[in-house]
DNA sequence: ACCTGAACACCGTTCAAGT
DNA sequence: ACCTGAACACCGTTCAAGT
């Protein structure tokens, strides 16, 4: 029984089960033990819940470990994008990550090399420490929303835009004019193109933010 | 026995416990009753969150009725910072509203106002749907933000900062060395001062990206 | 120090039965 | 149609007691 042994199991039964499933009875269980026993090794849900998602990003390609011959741009977007990706597979542990501030190794790591990449493309030091915080924000936002799709396979998304829709249409074009006005475009695209241009709106916002008030 | 009074008695125990207190069977104490008669109002509990939300956002001040002499930047970022403040005294619910895709008829009043003052500011149609999400993002981000303080009283922030710091010290200047180049510029400032200063970027960021790809 | 059983104080949701 | 009691299948966390 130790905190290692924990936290994999617990990664077990997220991926089988969902990180809804992910409890500290379940875990016991799992492990053959009470529930109690867990306490020595963690010391509450939420604590073992970040443990998850830095043990998720020990996967993370950093930009050290890869061809170096690519723009600063390019390789932070290639970041992020891994990153994404690698939450899109744990939805609801990216759900977790946007309110609980993960200070683990790997995140660290992280957060370190996008603020070396946007220090790369000219952000000031002041730039670079406050907008890692925002790109990172964009990205874990965009993989916590598929987390809107999976628990019920498609219907969720589906009825979700269809009740949007509806209302929309229910209101009439008096009362939401605007929302009308563009219609389908709000849920145009693809997740890769919208994630795509949320990232260069959050880049192009840095850069044109240097000063800091 | 209404949907309004369970909302009513949801958004009083809100205020008075925190959202983890919401729960069917407390609301059904309160109401005097048991938990399976809330189930004629509401589908479940989420669709009792989403609710909740909607009921906060009834009291937003929507540009059309307030002064018209500001500029379109100018009344947007005031929209948002009152969107904000108005979250901020309900951070848990700001949460929620992260993950769950709202869309009650105050809300879609919200976005309405949103897209119209982008459109204001010259965005294009696709740019403007698109951006909404992107300001909202950063908007409800910003106001979650504060749940992690209020819980334990300001204890959580500290030791959140305090580890992080710890955690950044003790792995050395080598290991994060952008990290440490930063150092406290990652959490200085005001939480006015950011939030101003990511509701810039993103605007910024949206009027550079008009064509969507 | 670590592990355990048992308990405390809760949950959401369903369903048959009543009014 | 609405409300209810009772049940099912769970939770997190604590704590005294054991090893």
């Known amino acids: 029984l130790t905190r290692r042994g924990i936290v994999d199991a617990a990664l077990q ?39 998850l ?3 998720l990003l020990a996967d993370i390609k950093l930009p050290s470990s890869r061809a170096r011959r690519a723009s600063w741009r390019t390789r932070l977007v290639a970041l992020l994008d891994d ?12 759900r977790m990550a946007l309110f ?3 200070t683990g190794p790997n995140y660290l790591a992280l957060v370190d090399a996008i603020i070396g990449l946007l220090a790369d493309g000219g952000a000031s030091r002041e730039a670079a420490a406050w907008g890692v915080d925002a790109v990172l924000l964009v990205a ?24 949007l829709s509806a209302e929309i249409e229910a209101a009439g074009e ?33 850069l044109a933010n240097e000063r800091v008030r």
Request: with cysteine.
């Open 140 to 163: 874990t936002a965009s993989a916590a929303e598929h987390s809107r799709e999976k628990p019920q396979q498609h219907r969720a998304r589906d009825s979700a835009l269809s009740v």
């Open 100 to 102: 609980t501030q993960p």
């Open 53 to 55: 998602l830095d043990e």
């Open 83 to 94: 990153y994404v990706n690698l939450l899109c597979a744990h939805p609801e542990i990216a």
């Open 13 to 51: 039964i997220l991926r089988d089960e969902g990180l809804a499933k992910v409890t500290m009875r379940r875990i016991a269980t799992v492990l053959d033990t009470g529930p109690a026993s867990l306490y020595v090794y963690v010391r509450d849900t939420e604590d073992l819940h970040a443990q």
């Open 174 to 206: 008096t009362r939401f004019p605007h929302l009308t006005d563009v219609g389908e475009l709000l849920t145009s695209g693809t997740a890769q193109g919208r994630l795509r241009w949320r990232l260069d709106v959050a880049i192009d916002g840095i």
